[in-house]
């Protein structure tokens, strides 16, 4: 079996193989995969973010700095994007997976830098030896510059609309932000320059698993940028880690699975802290999940707001070009070794 995963680049391949039954040793990574539900995931209401109702709109931002601050997570529903576009990028982020290997393999990544890249993964483990994952992905860099795989013809427009629609909407959570935190009005768009800000697109694909607790989607990790969204087919696998424990998330259809990240880590001075997450796999079913990472435009340098900076005495992470901290994280295959950790300012 060895030799069928060294022979492709993909799991897909892997995975659709009649004669598995048991995982190749690479992809070995014991971890208890199991979740825990909750019915108090932080629901964000997002249409009354805009509503005439004062008391609702300060209910809502209420709720949004609970989930920032204690979850780090919510579920964002009513947010206008529609249906049939959610819909449409999922469908054809699964049409590039079903592309021929030769196809696929175009966009291998050579550098950190690449601004498309599709491939399955590995890491680093604590024991030295590298870690296949249960998954195969393409990436692109979709703004302030659109860059988009050649195929499928589909993904192309469906993607640049996808971008489009997603961008007032990150750019207005960002703004109910910036007014939690008590930030002047304005100074979020003008210190993150959210005109250029950066968008990376991510489809995820998750094959059944005939060994899925030996097995790993995506280990436990925090993601660069703002806030990332994140929709999928209707099948499970996102885990988010809550006061140390893990949680499965469902999503009723329709909505967005959002997630502070790192750069709204360091914004605030570490008030919304950036969630720890993963993805697992199962048996069953194949699992789509489409990502947009919203962060600061790729030349912003982003740093503690100085004015939380003046509250707590002193920024607790260093400032950094938004695009050399998203390089520096993509080439890091190491387990556990978080960007986040690097800029963090030590206690004297």
Known sequence: MAAVAQNSSF??????????????????FA??????????????????????????????????????????????????????LLKA????????????????????AKSASDPIKSGSGSLINTANQRVHLWRDFVKSYVHPEFNCPTEPHALRETLQEFS?????????????????????????????????CFQLYAANYYPPCPEPDQAIGIPAHTDHGLLTFLIHNGVAGLQIQHNGEWFDTFSPQNAILVNNADHLEILSNGRYKSVRHRAVVNTEATRISVVMANGAAPEAVVAPAPAL????????????????????MLSNRLLGKSNLDCIKIQDE
Request: net charge negative; charged share 30%; with cysteine.
């Open 11 to 28: 799991v897909k391949a892997l995975a659709e193989n009649p004669t598995l039954k048991s995982i190749p040793s690479q992809f070995t």
């Open 31 to 84: 971890t208890d995969s199991k979740g825990s539900q909750s019915d108090s995931l932080p629901i964000i209401d997002f249409s009354l973010l805009t509503s005439p109702n004062p008391d609702q709109r300060c209910r809502v931002l209420a709720d949004l700095d609970s989930a920032c601050r204690e979850w780090g997570f919510f579920i964002l529903v009513n947010h206008g994007i529609p249906e049939k």
């Open 89 to 108: 990028i999922i469908a054809s982020s699964l049409e590039f997976f079903e592309l021929p290997e030769e196809e696929k393999r175009r966009y291998e």
């Open 164 to 196: 489009g629609k997603t961008r007032p909407v990150f750019r207005k959570l960002m703004h109910a932000i910036g007014e939690n935190l008590g930030l002047e009005q304005g100074f979020v768009d003008e210190a993150l320059k959210l005109d250029s």
């Open 309 to 328: 900076v003046e509250k707590d005495g002193r920024p607790f992470y260093r400032p950094m070009k938004f695009i050399e901290y998203v390089e520096t």
